[in-house]
Nanobody, 124 residues
Framework: QVQLVESGGGLVQAGGSLRLSCAVS????????MAWFRQAAGKEREFVAA????????YYADPVKGRFTISRDNAKNTVYLQMNSLQPEDRAVYYC?????????????????WGQGTQVTVSS
């Protein structure tokens, strides 16, 4: 069982930046793919970015390409989401997710472990 704890959310002005962190623990960590999803009020949960731990491969949803960067720190067992040029449309609860089989996918139902979420609010 993988355990995930997000942090780093908050309030930021449009054009600003935030860095989200996801602390990872558990026996399946080394074989997991990690992802960030977000869910705005009244909307469907949507994929943001993913990274495969072993090779560092990354994949991004079109709306965040060039603005967001997903990365992982082996020593700290932590996954990050650096968010730059934030816009009001980015306002959502951001969730960290893990796939213990190591598969990167945009489908939320394929992930078996989720964090509690962290709120990101962007004001105009």
């Amino acid at each position: 069982q993988v355990q995930l704890v997000e942090s780093g959310g908050g309030l930021v002005q449009a054009g600003g930046s935030l860095r989200l962190s996801c602390a990872v623990s558990g026996r399946t960590f080394s074989s997991s793919a990690m992802a960030w999803f977000r869910q705005a009020a009244g909307k469907e949960r949507e994929f943001v970015a993913a990274v495969r731990w072993s090779a560092g491969d990354t994949y991004y949803a079109d709306p965040v390409k060039g603005r967001f960067t997903i990365s992982r720190d082996n020593a700290k067992n932590t996954v990050y989401l650096q968010m730059n040029s934030l816009q009001p449309e980015d306002r959502a609860v951001y969730y960290c997710a893990a796939n213990r089989g190591g598969y990167m996918t945009t489908l939320s139902r394929r992930y078996d472990t989720w964090g509690q979420g962290t709120q990101v609010t962007v004001s105009s």
